[in-house]
């Protein structure tokens, strides 16, 4: 049984969801599942955009073949090679013995590796601003490379502006019947999981990303077509606009985040009484993570929304608190800038973390260290520790209030 959705006079929503995956790419929590996006153009030729997880490709082929109406596919337009959406290539293939594959030269190299099938005579290998004419439409193409694999690449279909944008403006979860993002409160529903998905799969990328949104600054984009999550129609420029300061490392709001590890609740106490002095001297926004309970993808979202981030850690056999070390190792991995940061360490016989954190954070580039002397716990926050704490809260609360 099919599921297609039409977008716009002969151009198709062939996508499928998938409800069962727990962890996309086998690390990042989905609990609302995942949709896999792709699209069918009729035209004098026929065009396929992306494919779908090989898990899903039932559905995906049963949706396929009611779009083409009978027809033959021409096209089959790969922009990311990922295997969520590169997985059905092979079984599109052997449906449709006649189909050219068109993609840029790393894409067939990417292929060449996933699979072995032969592509002579059956590939076109387009680059930057190359054209595709299918009749009445012109695909226009421009290259995405490292937003976020080397061989991403967008398609525009010039007639009725729409962009097939790959993995950017995608967004984690199912949908849920309504198709296209006005159907839904998404700055309520989505726009946190949209965040969480550009800071943990493309906010490595910032500058690629960047480069791409000026390339798209010159298109009349009057349809936003990712290859995760909901459809844009209306409204785009918005969505467009949290995409650049993501990519910027703009923070979206003044606020602070703290980030913390407590084996036995001794460094807890300590954020939590500091959490009270940030609210009491007009901090908003205050976000509180335990690094034990919280998966990295949550925090690293938040520091993406807001200005500061605090880490508190125990130490742990002279180490970082492990979890608090992968929470960090992700940090650092994303290229983090503009923010305020601030350490705060425990130890009962051996505190070490400031002395591993601020190395760490030294890496990335146009922050800025709040605490330059270290804040060292010594198995408990004790009386004579409160009045630094609190010097410690002001300073924090001094980048965060105009």
């Known amino acids: 049984m099919h599921n297609v959705k039409t977008i716009i006079n002969d151009v198709y929503y062939v996508g499928v969801n998938d409800r069962r995956i727990t962890l996309f790419e086998n690390t990042h929590p989905v609990e609302r599942g995942m949709a896999y996006n792709s699209y069918v153009i009729?035209?004098?030729?026929?065009?396929?955009?992306?494919?779908?997880?090989?898990?899903?490709?039932?559905?995906?082929?049963?949706?396929?073949?009611?779009?083409?109406?009978?027809?033959?596919?021409?096209?089959?337009?790969?922009?990311?090679?990922?295997?969520?959406?590169?997985?059905?290539?092979?079984?599109?293939?052997?449906?449709?013995?006649?189909?050219?594959?068109?993609?840029?030269?790393?894409?067939?190299?990417?292929?060449?590796?996933?699979?072995?099938?032969?592509?002579?005579?059956?590939?076109?290998?387009?680059?930057?601003?190359?054209?595709?004419?299918?009749?009445?439409?012109?695909?226009?193409?421009?290259?995405?490379?490292?937003?976020?694999?080397?061989?991403?690449?967008?398609?525009?279909?010039?007639?009725?502006?729409?962009?097939?944008?790959?993995?950017?403006?995608?967004?984690?979860?199912?949908?849920?019947?309504?198709?296209?993002?006005?159907?839904?409160?998404?700055?309520?529903?989505?726009?946190?999981?949209?965040?969480?998905?550009?800071?943990?799969?493309?906010?490595?990328?910032?500058?690629?990303t960047l480069s791409l949104l000026n390339k798209l600054e010159k298109l009349n984009i009057r349809f936003l077509l990712p290859l995760h999550g909901p459809l844009w129609r209306e409204n785009i420029s918005w969505y467009v606009d949290k995409y650049r300061r993501w990519a910027s490392y703009t923070p979206e709001e003044k606020g602070v985040v703290i980030a913390f590890a407590s084996i036995y609740g001794n460094t807890e106490e300590v954020i939590d009484i500091l959490a009270g002095y940030l609210a009491d001297l007009g901090v908003n926004n205050i976000r509180i993570h335990d690094v034990s309970s919280t998966d990295p993808s949550y925090i690293l979202s938040d520091v993406f929304r807001y200005s500061g981030l605090i880490i508190a850690s125990s130490t742990y056999n002279f180490k970082i608190f492990p979890r608090m070390e992968t929470f960090l190792s992700d940090l650092v991995s994303s290229n983090m800038q503009k923010r305020s940061f601030a350490v705060i360490e425990n130890g009962s016989w051996a505190p070490n973390v400031d002395s591993l954190v601020r190395p760490a954070l030294a890496k990335l580039n146009n922050n800025s260290i709040i605490n330059v002397e270290k804040f060292t716990v010594k198995s408990s926050l004790k009386t004579f520790q409160l009045d630094a704490l609190r010097k410690l809260a002001q300073a924090i609360a001094n980048t965060i209030i105009e």
């Open 42 to 208: 009729l035209d004098e030729k026929t065009v396929l955009l992306d494919t779908v997880d090989k898990a899903d490709g039932q559905q995906f082929m049963e949706n396929v073949i009611h779009a083409l109406r009978g027809r033959d596919l021409d096209y089959l337009v790969i922009n990311h090679m990922e295997p969520d959406h590169c997985g059905s290539i092979v079984d599109i293939m052997r449906r449709y013995p006649n189909v050219v594959l068109v993609g840029n030269s790393t894409t067939f190299r990417l292929l060449d590796q996933f699979y072995d099938i032969g592509l002579q005579g059956r590939k076109i290998d387009v680059k930057e601003n190359d054209t595709l004419n299918i009749g009445k439409r012109t695909l226009r193409f421009f290259m995405a490379p490292m937003v976020h694999w080397p061989e991403v690449m967008v398609t525009f279909e010039e007639s009725e502006g729409l962009l097939f944008s790959a993995d950017a403006f995608g967004t984690f979860g199912a949908l849920e019947g309504n198709l296209f993002a006005d159907q839904i409160n998404f700055a309520e529903l989505l726009l946190d999981e949209a965040r969480r998905y550009y800071s943990n799969i493309i906010g490595k990328y910032g500058a690629q």
